[in-house]
């Protein structure tokens, strides 16, 4: 482990600081729109929730061009009576300062978890720096559980709708699950929780300068903490809502981005996993409540024709790594009428699994197999949109659950062919 | 009498003196040729096993050289075929090396070009392999990154990228192999810019009809898509 290296004006902030015991990191990059209204929800509810305990934000940027880091430090709540009866004296202490290292998100987390070690911090917690939906309550329910209930990793849990998160939950949730017999639901959630001893041990990880300090890092950090038996646990969030992502982001770069970094960990936890079957629940925290979520518009016939698109291009590629039966499966699906589309979850299972061993015995470069992936995802994605259209939240997450007992009581075929 | 078995003898006996320098010459070549021989062998038998615990075949598998290898009627592994190019050329050494040991000044400049031509050889080899890689690697690329993107012709502009890659690598070998260079040059500045022109003739004129039907029909794909699709990934 190399030992932090901050900069001068940071060390004497920390010097400054001295010892604190909660740390709120706020990765951003360009987001001076949106974060002020993060760090005042993160010091309202560090006011409200933990007045007795020296708390530091820290906002680690990538190196904004439009004032990040200048709104962060311009950002106070100058009225707390209008939010609490008694508040604390103490104003929270924020350092906000570009991060060194390979860009991304993963880098900035480092830094996050570099002054965790530094302050001895005893819990902290890691919010995107674009929500719009987070609460004074977020902090408290990410952080008590640390605190006062001895967990070390706390996961977020979001009401979404039902046709949102379909990377999550087609792919991430039902596989990590099954691989390491937890039900986190949101895994690469992006808000989280955790101690400072779970921090420190991240730290002690040699993967500063792999891929994971780009992209990856939330399902890095999930995995980490549940492989190496860190006490594990949720709390219910509400609603995620965000700042639109850029609609240049690449459907195709995202999936690479989450499923490399997800199939990287099974080769990392390779002699975990194998011996795991079935699941358990993970304990949650929160008081659960339906919210009114925003209407989510989606074009079916154009995703349909994206997967047909790829049955008749990637055929080969696609016939070479799923093998002739199940391709031949894929094959019959892209001959139906797009009212009667319908992927089965058996099937989509083996597809998963069949990628995530072709990227073990490294058939393809990473990038060209998982991309050639896009055309199966963004079929099993219409295939459940026509499939859920009509269900309430319930019923299509009894979809989900049914998708993920697939993958458990498939893992055999995982396991065999893992050599 | 004197001089007549002088006549005679005298062819006899310069045949002789170049036979007695010759014989060193030939034993010195048939040892030459021999532990060439069982040295080709020995490093062939060390190389496909290299090879196999390598896991040679399964690289080449990947990228496509087995393949490449079946269309051209080979059907034995990519590793034993290795060997067997290595084992083969090995024997070409022995065999100019034995050559050269017999000192015959005809045969030396024929060892000499030879020995010459191997870098050349090897270069060309070398733009070969790298280049077959490398078109395979670009048009797969550009395969999966257009049928992504929804564009009817993936396959076709990836073939078409596929083709032009090898023509231009050929062309780099067989300039590189000396074969030829002016004729592979023109023949090469003709079907490149042969196709070139073609395309730019079927599209600008041709198939202008076709053509902006491509395009209105991607920008409005593209603009739904981009007003209608709402959905959060991750």
Redesign the interface.
């Known amino acids: 482990m190399k030992t932090a290296s901050f900069r001068t004006e940071v060390r004497e902030q920390l010097k400054h600081i001295g010892q604190a015991d909660i740390i709120v990191g706020i990765p951003s990059f360009n987001n001076a729109h949106t974060i002020a209204h993060v760090v005042r929800a993160v010091q309202a509810g560090l006011a409200k929730y933990f007045p007795e305990h020296k708390a530091v934000i820290v906002n680690s940027d990538g190196g904004s061009i439009d004032g990040t880091m200048d709104v962060v430090h311009s950002t106070s709540i100058d009225d707390f009576s209008a939010i609490l009866l008694h508040h604390r004296v103490e104003p929270v202490s924020k350092i906000a300062f570009p991060y060194s290292g390979i860009p991304g998100k993963g880098s900035a987390f480092r830094t996050i978890f570099e002054i965790a070690d530094e302050v001895g911090a005893k819990a902290c917690v890691v919010v995107d720096s674009d929500l719009r939906s987070i609460t004074p309550e977020w902090i408290e329910l990410l952080v008590k559980p640390v605190l006062d209930g001895g967990y070390d990793y706390v996961s977020p849990l979001y009401h979404?709708h039902k046709?949102?998160?379909?990377?999550?939950n087609s792919i991430v949730y039902p596989l990590t699950r099954a691989l390491y017999g937890k039900r986190v639901r949101q895994p690469?959630g992006g808000d989280f929780g955790f101690s400072g001893e779970l921090a420190r041990f991240y730290l002690t990880k040699d993967v500063w300068e792999t891929d994971v300090a780009r992209f990856g890092i939330d399902i890095w950090m999930t995995t980490t903490a549940i492989a190496n038996g860190f006490k594990v646990t949720q709390s219910f969030l509400g609603a995620k809502i965000h700042d639109a992502?850029d609609?240049g982001t690449?459907?195709?770069s995202?999936?690479y981005q989450?499923v490399s970094a997800t199939f990287a960990l099974m080769e990392t936890y390779a002699d975990h996993w194998m011996p795991i079957r079935g699941s358990e629940p993970v304990p949650a925290f929160g008081f659960e409540y339906t919210v009114g979520l925003?209407q989510?518009?989606?074009?079916t016939d154009?995703m349909l024709?994206?997967f047909r698109?790829?049955l008749?291009?990637?055929g080969d590629?696609w016939r070479d790594i799923l093998g002739s039966g199940d391709f031949n499966e894929v094959e019959r699906l892209g001959g139906l009428p797009d009212l009667e589309f319908h992927f089965p979850v058996g099937l989509w299972t083996r597809v998963v699994y069949d990628y995530a061993l072709a990227f073990h015995?490294?058939?393809?470069?990473a990038e060209?197999l998982i991309?050639?992936m896009?055309?199966l995802y963004v079929g099993k994605?219409a295939s459940f949109i026509l499939q859920a259209k009509d269900m309430l939240q319930q019923e299509a997450d009894a979809e989900i659950e049914k998708l993920c007992m697939e993958f458990e009581n498939n893992k055999d075929y995982l396991v065999n062919n893992w050599k | 009498m004197e001089d007549f078995l002088n006549l005679i003898l005298e062819p006899l006996t310069a045949l002789f003196l170049k036979f007695k320098v010759f014989v060193p010459n030939f034993l010195a070549m048939v040892v030459i040729l021999l532990i060439g021989i069982l040295l080709a062998m020995l490093i062939k038998r060390f190389l496909v096993k290299l090879l196999t615990t390598i896991n040679f075949d399964?690289w080449s598998d990947?990228m496509g050289f087995t393949k490449l290898m079946r269309q051209g009627d080979m059907w034995s592994k990519p590793s034993a075929i290795l060997g067997m190019i290595v084992f083969w050329l090995l024997i070409i050494i022995t065999l100019m090396s034995g050559l050269s040991a017999l000192q015959i000044p005809a045969i030396d400049q024929l060892v000499n070009q030879f020995f010459s031509y191997i870098p050349r050889l090897f270069s060309a080899g070398m733009i070969l392999i790298i280049g077959y890689v490398l078109s395979g690697?670009v048009s797969?690329?550009m395969?999966?990154?257009?049928?992504?993107s929804?564009?009817?012709y993936?396959?076709l502009l990836?073939k078409a990228i596929h083709t032009l890659l090898l023509v231009l690598i050929l062309a780099m070998v067989m300039e590189q192999l000396q074969i030829a260079p002016s004729i592979v040059l023109a023949a090469f500045s003709i079907i490149f810019g042969g196709i070139v022109f073609a395309l730019s003739i079927a599209f600008g004129a041709g198939g202008i009809d076709a053509a902006k039907r491509m395009i209105d029909k991607e920008a409005a794909?593209e603009q739904?898509?981009?007003t209608?699709?709402?959905?959060?990934?991750?």
């Open positions: 979404r046709f949102d998160g379909t990377i999550t690469i992502k609609p690449d459907l195709s995202m999936l989450v925003e989510v518009n989606v074009n154009r024709n994206v698109e790829g008749m291009n990637l590629i015995k490294k058939k393809l470069p060209q991309k050639s896009t055309p994605t | 399964s990947r690697f797969r690329t395969l999966i990154a257009a049928t992504n929804g564009f009817h993936a396959r990836a794909a739904k898509g981009k209608e699709d709402k959905i959060e990934h991750i």
